[in-house]
């Protein structure tokens, strides 16, 4: 009888840790988390971004109206999304746990062109969930640690339908490299800023890794693929492929002012590949003449203000305008291939 009685309490005590953990399991479903967001600084954050830049012209991007103009201005949309899947803090909110679904696109629309307003370029990224573990440690100037996998992604990119025709009218080789691969992608965060309205200092490392083949492939029917290839041709050999990407971000915000104000400060150095092909050789030039694949420092700055909803905090509850500037190949699809791109202009973001 006692034996039994055992047995029924602990079947009785399993029954309700499982309960409980189902509840707090289910609660943490479509949970939105104060961690795990993109910092400013990134080029292609999982949160809606509009820029109107003042950036290098080139003529492999210019419709043509602004031909022999040294830099211009452009529109940039960027429509990221932080899509929650589970979030929740675990032994007695010591760790916690995130899983999203990051995605983004951009759209760069030439909207300054006079003739038109062609689409010059889109890229999109899409992949697995991200998991993110996060552990508190409060201990003065260091309040935490993050880590975060995003098993594989997806990176894809197309160039507008007027380029296109236009390349074709220049009797360009190459109308359209194929810019897509997939990669994993580790991060390490110190100093998560969960209190969006308190001073803080954040440090990421993150490195993407490619899963196979290159960062680029050429279709056959979309110009000389003879020219063209992310392993190397006779013609034009490339150095060893180079599967890696690394950047360091910081990003520094003031304390808050009573009305939700704050300073915002991001900054980053990534290290990429330049893409190793000419998007301006011509079908007459002999022989083709392609630039070698090497790689490259970026650096890229916002500087502004941040203004934090008082009594809401989730999706689109943080919105910032600043400057942002950036220098290195140009970060958009098929033109990384182009060095000693600049930018500068006007930032708004709806975190």
Not at 119 to 127: A, E, F, K, L, W
Not at 248 to 255: G, K
Not at 268 to 288: F, Q, W
Not at 301 to 309: D, E, H, L, Q, S
């Amino acid at each position: 009888m006692k034996r039994l009685s055992l047995i029924g309490l602990c079947v009785l005590m399993a029954i309700t840790l499982c309960a409980e953990s189902t509840s707090l399991i289910g609660r943490g479903f479509f949970r939105y988390a104060q961690f795990g967001h993109s910092l400013y600084a990134d080029m292609h954050p999982n949160f809606p971004r509009m820029d109107v830049p003042y950036c290098t012209n080139n003529a492999v991007y210019d419709y043509g109206s602004h031909s022999g103009t040294p830099y211009r201005w452009q529109t940039m949309g960027l429509f990221g999304l932080n899509l929650p899947i589970w979030s929740g803090n675990l032994k007695d909110s010591t760790f916690a746990l995130t899983v999203n679904i990051h995605m983004s696109a951009n759209l760069w629309m030439d909207l300054f062109e006079t003739s038109t307003s062609p689409i010059v370029d889109t890229d999109y990224r899409i992949g697995l969930p991200t998991v993110t573990f996060l552990h508190r440690l409060n201990r003065g100037f260091a309040k935490n640690y993050s880590i975060q996998w995003s098993p594989f992604k997806h990176e894809s990119t197309h160039i507008g339908d007027e380029l296109q025709i236009r390349y074709i009218d220049r009797n360009y080789a190459l109308r359209r490299v194929n810019v897509s691969y997939n990669y994993t992608e580790f991060v390490f965060t110190f100093n998560e800023a969960e209190d969006r309205f308190a001073q803080n200092h954040c440090f990421r490392l993150g490195l993407m890794v490619l899963w196979g083949g290159g960062w680029f492939n050429m279709d056959p029917d979309a110009g000389d693929s003879s020219i063209i290839d992310p392993k190397g041709t006779k013609a034009v050999p490339y150095g060893k492929r180079n599967p890696w990407e690394i950047y360091l971000q910081y990003q520094y915000q003031s304390p808050s002012s009573k009305h939700g104000f704050q300073g915002i400060a991001s900054a980053e150095i990534r290290n990429r590949e330049c893409y190793g092909y000419d998007l301006s050789v011509t079908n007459a030039d002999n022989p083709k003449n392609m630039q070698p694949e090497r790689r490259v420092f970026t650096y890229n700055i916002f500087v502004g203000a941040r203004y934090n909803t008082p009594a809401y905090d989730g999706p689109f509850s943080r919105i910032a305008l600043g400057v942002r500037a950036y220098h290195g190949n140009c970060p958009y699809g098929q033109f990384r291939s182009i060095s000693n791109y600049s930018q500068i202009g006007v930032s708004m973001m709806f975190e």
